[in-house]
């Protein structure tokens, strides 16, 4: 059997919402994933809420500086000001460029998908093998491979 990994973030709710609108292109980490990218990511939403309430594409870890987190974010991203502050001090930090998220049409229990008995303060490697995943996320979705359209953005195959 082939392992699969994925990326699980914990990712506030107000930040997730951002997302799932398409507002919030990057999701900026103080430590760069070493693996997993590119691939599937599941959101699992802080509390209040507490659970997996969707997944995205992570096309690409971007390497970047504090002062610069703001302009790959753009212009239109409602919380770019915050990054610098946010990532000071970081000795890897990166930028998440989150492509194609889908919010679930129910929130699901992070015990129901992982083996995981508590969030991650900041991200997990996940292994794709609960029943419940895999019927959720079939694993050739997660073999995801990123192209260039032609217009620069990352298209995706075998999205569920």
């Avoid at 990326?7 to 919030?24: E, N, T």
């Avoid at 699901?108 to 992982?114: A, K, R, Y």
Wanted: aromatic share 8%; glycine share 6%; with cysteine.
């Amino acid at each position: 059997m082939i392992d699969v990994w994925m990326l699980l973030l914990s990712i506030r709710s107000r930040f997730a919402d951002a997302i799932y609108s398409g507002a919030k292109r990057f999701e900026f980490r103080r430590l760069t994933p070493k693996r997993a990218i590119p691939g599937l990511a599941l959101i699992y939403e802080t509390l209040p809420v507490g659970m997996v309430t969707g997944v995205a594409h992570v096309a690409s870890a971007l390497s970047v500086t504090p002062q610069g987190a703001a302009r790959v974010a753009g212009c239109d991203d409602p919380f770019a000001n915050a990054y610098e502050a946010y990532l000071q001090g970081a000795m890897s930090p990166c930028a998440l460029a989150m492509v194609r998220p889908r919010r679930f049409t129910a929130p699901i229990g992070l015990t129901q998908l992982t083996n995981l008995r508590r969030p991650p303060q900041s991200f997990a490697y996940v292994e794709v093998a609960s029943a419940r995943l895999t019927a959720l996320l079939p694993p050739e979705s997660c073999h995801s491979t990123a192209s260039a359209s032609a217009d620069g953005t990352a298209a995706f195959s075998g999205f569920p």
